[in-house]
């Protein structure tokens, strides 16, 4: 009866070890899935996102109508390295970084509400 149960049990652990060999592959494979789901939907479109705001902020220039992340509209006046001036208002000027400006619009089609 001993030499039964001890064969029982080593084919038992052959079978296990059958059964883990092809979960195994289809583990590695699932997160290898996992992996290229995350690369398309998470890390390429925020790559092409900064690609698109620094090409926005190198082109912007001084007299350019733009609005900032915080929602603040104004023309901008003066520009440097890092820093531009908005005019929200009749003579009053605030200072942002650069990276704060969140796209240019045009004030003729924001006058008219498209």
Known sequence: MSTLQSLSSVLSAA???QN???SFVVTLLFMGAIGAAMYFLMIRPQRRRL???QEL???IEVEDYVITNSGLCGYIKRMTS??????ID????VRFSRSAILRKIDPQLE???E
């Open 111 to 113: 006058i008219e509400g």
């Open 51 to 53: 690609k698109e705001t």
């Open 82 to 87: 890092e820093f531009i001036w908005l005019e």
């Open 57 to 59: 902020q190198r082109a």
């Open 15 to 17: 079978t296990e070890k």
């Open 90 to 93: 009749d003579s009053v000027e």
């Open 20 to 22: 883990s060999g092809g």
